[in-house]
């Protein structure tokens, strides 16, 4: 390792340095460079980005796997750069037991039958979800990680580049202020008179011409008449001051105030151009941190695309859920001695109308003689006559399969008449396609107007 103790000294000098000037900042000590309203607008925004993004993404995180213990399995593994073992989904484990249970206690048995069938339909609800969490996380999860593993890693290293330059420019405008204070200064004092009475007996002593030439009576009572009777000023050479102790001389303003003004003056000179290179760094920098912040707004354009994936890949989640377990009631209606529920089914996720409004808008047609309640004889289709008026279009949102011959069997996204008979079941229409007939779920069809 190279190891340079100079650079180390020198970083830990900036460092408290900087340090010591924040802290002056933070309680009003010290001058500050404002930013301007519109960028201090994107640091707002950019901070209020990441921070909900955090939050979406941990929540989703617990949305697709709730269990805490496999979440930090999944992170230790993604860090290690592995590839995370296969899981079994809950459906999938219950659909295990209940298929063991049957085995045990007998799968001829009716329990035994249904629990077979119920086992069958919750293997593929845990497909389904094992499908749903696996494109949820490429399609949604991750876009929102590349962000904040990426983009705002990026930003917030230039915003503290930003904030270090920001630090120096102050520092600069600070030394340039109190570099021109002290030039102010030493100008005053050298239109003052030196007081020679107070400081020569101290601080000086003659040297042997000046001993010959002058005593202490000689001295002019005024700095006028001191310029009158030496035309050279402070460097006359019949006249010379040795100095005992420098720094008093200059403290009391006496003979080497020429040299302290030109000192400052170059240290004023010198501070200027620092604080120039200083504002120049300054504003290349603001530019490209402004760049990068302005760039948020792509940000929530490609989330908002993945955020449409994630709907649509939940909806399809729940729309198969939906047509399993309407299988699984179907088949489990079919089983002697089986109890099925009454109850109304649940809202179809795709479609627009709900069950009982589309029935309830759908023409009716006239009664059919021998037309049985539902449940207590077969729909006799040869005697089903279509309205006179009034029949509807239909789009298909779903396969479906016919569970017996008084259903008509359906093809995704193919067009077909519609109508309703009275006494039919609200959630049933009577579909026509061609010359085929046949009771069809509204749930899997979207009306035409």
Excluded at 199 to 225: G, K
Excluded at 366 to 386: D, F, N
Excluded at 397 to 417: G, N, Q
Excluded at 437 to 443: D, L
Aim: aromatic share 8%; with cysteine; glycine share 6%.
């Amino acid at each position: 390792m190279d190891f340079n103790m100079k650079k180390l000294a020198s970083d830990a000098g900036i460092f408290f340095t900087r340090a010591v000037q924040f802290t002056e900042e933070k309680f009003g000590q010290a001058e500050r460079t404002e930013l301007d309203a519109h960028f201090e607008n994107l640091l707002a925004r950019a901070d209020s980005t990441k921070n909900w993004t955090e939050k979406i993404l941990r929540q989703t995180e617990v949305l697709l796997q709730p269990n805490p213990s496999a979440r930090v399995e999944e992170f230790l593994y993604e860090k290690l750069d592995r590839k995370v073992p296969s899981r079994v989904t809950n459906g999938e484990l219950l659909a295990q037991y209940m298929a063991e249970a049957a085995s045990e206690l007998g799968p001829t048995t009716p329990y035994g039958k249904t629990l077979i069938k119920v086992a069958e339909a919750e293997k593929r609800l845990g497909a389904a979800e094992r499908d749903f969490i696996h494109t949820a996380s490429i399609n949604f999860l991750t876009p929102l990680r590349n962000f904040l593993e990426g983009d705002w890693k990026t930003i917030s290293k230039e915003r503290r580049l930003l904030q270090n330059r920001r630090l120096d420019l102050d520092a600069c405008k600070a030394r340039l202020k109190k570099a021109k204070a002290a030039e102010a200064k030493a100008t005053c004092e050298g239109d003052t008179v030196p007081d020679f009475q107070e400081t020569r007996p101290r601080n000086y002593i003659l040297s042997a011409s000046a001993s010959a030439t002058l005593d202490d009576t000689s001295c002019p009572p005024s700095w006028a008449e001191w310029k009158e009777e030496y035309p050279g000023g402070w460097r006359t050479p019949c006249f010379f001051l040795l100095p005992l102790n420098p720094s008093v001389t200059r403290a009391r303003g006496c003979l080497s105030l020429p040299k302290d003004r030109k000192l400052w003056n170059d240290e004023v000179d010198k501070a200027e151009q620092e604080l120039r290179v200083a504002q120049t760094e300054f504003d290349r920098q603001a530019e490209v941190t402004r760049l990068l912040l302005e760039g948020i707004s792509s940000t929530h354009v490609n989330h908002l695309r993945c955020l449409h994936e994630f709907v649509e890949s939940q909806t399809t989640y729940y729309a198969q859920c939906y047509r399993h377990m309407l299988d699984l009631q179907k088949q489990l209606g079919r089983f002697p001695g089986t109890f099925v529920g009454t109850t109304e089914p649940a809202s179809p996720p795709l479609s627009s109308t709900s069950p009982t409004t589309a029935a309830a808008t759908m023409p009716v047609g006239p009664s059919v003689a021998g037309l049985a309640p539902p449940g207590e004889a077969a729909l006799r289709l040869e005697e089903v006559t279509p309205p006179a008026s009034g029949t509807r279009k239909a789009r298909v949102l779903y396969d479906y399969e016919a569970a017996d011959s008084s259903e008509l069997a359906l093809l995704a996204d193919e067009l077909i008449t519609v109508y309703s008979l009275p006494g039919m079941d609200p959630d049933w229409l009577i579909g026509e396609r061609g010359n085929k007939k046949g009771k069809v779920p509204v749930t899997y069809l979207e009306l035409l107007s």
